[in-house]
């Protein structure tokens, strides 16, 4: 069983940053992949960002260019630094570990004021 554990989250102005982090039990975290997605309400869980086992990336195209995500592997932790952010990123954001049936964080909060 994999726990996940993000932190991180706040609220935060318009055009302001934050970092979270998704820490990861277990001693097979560099072989999978990991992914950030966000969930607003009234709205299903959409992915942001995405980092194989080998670094490639994905990012939905609301973040490209505003969000970065990145893993440490001798932390067992993934990050998404997120700048410049809008109104509309306010949502929960939550870890996701590719390993057999997945597993998801507790998520996060993140509200951006305008």
């Known amino acids: 069983q994999v726990q996940l554990v993000e932190s991180g989250g706040g609220l935060v102005q318009a055009g302001g940053s934050l970092r979270l982090s998704c820490v990861a039990s277990g001693s097979m975290f560099r072989i999978y992949a990991m992914s950030w997605y966000r969930q607003a309400p009234g709205k299903e869980r959409e992915l942001v960002a995405a980092i194989s086992s080998s670094g490639t990336l994905n990012y939905a195209d609301s973040v490209k260019g505003r969000f970065t995500i990145s893993r440490d592997n001798a932390k067992n932790t993934v990050y998404l630094q997120m700048n410049a952010l809008k109104p509309e990123d306010t949502a929960v954001y939550y870890c996701?570990?590719?390993?057999?049936?997945?597993?998801w964080g507790q998520g996060t909060q993140v509200t951006v004021s305008s």
């Open positions: 996701h570990q590719s390993s057999t049936g997945g597993y």
